[in-house]
């Protein structure tokens, strides 16, 4: 079956600009999470969706990161005014919820993001 | 200050021996650890994982154990293959569904 699938790959945009990444999770996953990860570092966790609504939103760096999951599948990671420190792979994970969650998260192949 | 450390930032080997890979923790909260292995430009991929409540789970070549007392795991291969040269994260959790918590990761090379 299909995988975490993520949009685009690839996105650089310039200091001070607004980028949305999207991130689409295995079907039937109630659990979504985003992950961001600095060269030389682990993934640092930033937000987690138990359906629609943000269940732990403790790892978001400041106010300038926001994310949203409004039909309990796709979720969208935005950050507005970006900084050059925001340059970093932003990795999106699924897993089972609901009744029995699960420990195991299931990775996308993540969004590199280049802020210039 | 991290609460999950992988000490050693590389490890290189030959085919066919063992990889022990090792990780440290620090908080006795965590209840569920895990092995993430990630290929350059790929999302980490889930390994193998262990519950607090045992110390071995084996799965093919891939076998973790726990030392709770000393707040250690480690990742053993066997026999390590050329194929399995990625990095190596080690992840916590103290809760189904909760984030995880990764190490830095080590790189692993299998050398033919």
């Known amino acids: 079956g299909a995988g975490v699938s993520q949009t685009p790959s690839n996105k650089v945009t310039e200091k001070g600009k607004y980028v949305e990444l999207r991130c689409d999770p295995i079907?039937?996953?109630?659990?979504l999470y985003w992950y961001r990860q600095s060269l030389g570092q682990g993934p640092e966790f930033l937000i987690y969706?138990?359906?629609?609504?943000?269940?732990?939103d403790s790892g978001l760096p400041n106010d300038r990161f926001f994310a949203v999951r409004p039909e309990g599948s796709v979720s969208t990671l935005k950050i507005q005014r970006t900084e050059r420190g925001d340059s970093a792979v932003y990795l999106c994970a699924s897993s089972l919820g609901g009744q029995g969650p699960s420990y195991e998260q299931y990775f996308g192949p993540g969004t590199r993001l280049t802020v210039t | 200050d991290q609460q999950v450390k992988q000490n050693s930032p590389s490890l290189s080997v030959q085919e066919g021996r063992i990889s022990i890979l090792n990780c440290d923790y620090t908080n006795s909260m965590f209840d569920y650890f895990l092995w993430y292995k990630k290929y350059p430009a790929e999302g980490p991929t889930f390994l193998i994982s262990i519950s607090s409540i045992k110390d071995k789970n084996e799965d093919g070549r891939f076998t973790v154990f726990l030392n709770k007392s000393a707040k250690h795991l480690s990742l053993h291969i066997v026999p390590s293959q050329p194929g399995d040269s990625a990095v190596y994260f080690c992840a916590a959790s103290w809760g189904a569904g909760t984030a995880l918590i990764f190490g830095k990761g080590t790189t692993l090379s299998v050398s033919s």
């Open positions: 079907s039937g996953h109630t659990a």
């Open positions: 969706f138990q359906g629609t609504g943000a269940a732990d």
